[in-house]
C-alpha cells in the first residue's frame, strides 16, 4: 500500500473514532442512565407495571406512626384496571388504599397511570408501620388487581428523608396536654363542704319546718 493511501486510511479510522466518541459523550450526558436516582424496585405483568416502589417510614428513627408504600403503576392495556389491595406477606398489618379524590376505588386507567404516595396523589397507609417494616430491609409486597391479580416484588424499606420526603407519610399527631379535672370559683377559693348529718344552708332563704311540726 503506498504512503498517501495508508495516511488516508489512518485520517479515515481517527475521523470515524471522533464521530463515535463525540455521539457517545452526546447520548450519554443526556442519557437517563446517568441520573443519580434512588434504586427503587420495579416489575411488569401483562400489561401492568409496577415502578418505583419503596416502603417509607417515619423521618425519625425513634418516631412512631404509619409508614406508606410509594409506587407508580402504569396499565398499558385497553380497559381499566382497580388496585383492590396491598398486602405484606410475612406480616399481619393492613394497608389502607385512598384514591386521590373522593372515597371511591383506586383505578388504573387504560393507558394510563396512577401515583402511590406524595402530595394530591392515592395513597396506601401502614398503620403499624414500625412493627411492619424496618429501615434498611427488603420486605415483599403484593399489588392485588381487579384483572391482571397478583403482582408481587420486593422493594426497600426506607427514611421519609431526602428524595422521598415528598412521599413519606405523616407524623403521628402528638396526644393534647391533660386537663385539671377540678375548677375553682371566680373568687379562688372552694366551697367547704358541711359536717355530716347537716345540710348548709342558703343565704337569704328559710330553713323549711319539719314535719309535723306546728308553726
Known sequence: ????????????TAIAFSIVSLSACAAGNNAETLKVRP????TSVG??????????????????????VAATLFNDGTEDEVLESITLPG????????????SG???IPAGGR?????EGNASAV????????????????VFKLSRTGDVGLGAGV??????????????????????????????????PEAPAGETPETPGTEESPAAGTEQ
Open 1 to 12: 500500500m503506498s504512503r498517501s493511501l495508508r495516511h488516508g486510511a489512518l485520517a479515515a
Open 39 to 42: 434504586d427503587n424496585a420495579a
Open 47 to 68: 400489561t401492568i407495571k409496577v415502578q418505583n416502589v419503596n416502603v417509607i417510614t417515619q423521618a425519625e428513627p425513634e418516631a412512631e406512626g404509619p409508614a406508606v
Open 91 to 102: 406480616t399481619d398489618v393492613q394497608v389502607k388504599l385512598q384514591a386521590a379524590k373522593g
Open 105 to 107: 376505588p383506586v383505578e
Open 114 to 118: 396512577v401515583v402511590l404516595g406524595g
Open 126 to 141: 401502614i398503620d403499624k408501620g414500625r412493627e411492619a417494616t424496618q429501615d434498611g430491609n427488603v420486605q415483599q409486597i
Open 158 to 191: 426506607v427514611p421519609a428523608t431526602g428524595y422521598y420526603e415528598d412521599f413519606g407519610p405523616s407524623a403521628q399527631p402528638e396526644a393534647p396536654a391533660a386537663t385539671p379535672s377540678a375548677t375553682p370559683d371566680a373568687a379562688g377559693s372552694e366551697t
